[in-house]
């Protein structure tokens, strides 16, 4: 955990979510959940950049049209937006969630 890690500040991905009708659900660290679950955020060290990780269930369809979304809404604010791969989460006996992210192999 980094204290001044320059992540794009909060603010620009909730701006980013309500252009789509979404909303931040939760942020833990540098991750951002994003409501109906369908993709999160990971925040990188640029603050210009954001990759993003689907739902292992979201249709590719619906991931496309997201993508095609976020892109430009990105364009427009000049932050980079990366699809990077999926998550799976899964519930813990604890009321806790353990999210697993999948990046995309180099092909």
Do not use: C, W
């Amino acid at each position: 955990m980094h204290m001044n890690t320059p992540h794009p500040p909060l603010e620009t991905v909730v701006d980013i979510l309500k252009m789509i009708n979404l909303e931040v659900t939760h942020q833990h660290e540098d991750l951002v959940f994003v409501s109906g679950n369908q993709f999160l955020l990971l925040l990188t060290e640029d603050k210009a950049h954001i990759d993003l990780y689907f739902n292992e269930t979201t249709e590719e369809e619906k991931a496309r049209e997201i993508m095609a979304q976020m892109k430009a809404i990105g364009e427009l604010l000049a932050v980079t937006i990366a699809y990077k791969g999926a998550y799976s989460m899964t519930e813990d006996g604890d009321d806790s969630l353990s999210v697993e992210l999948f990046d995309l192999t180099d092909s």
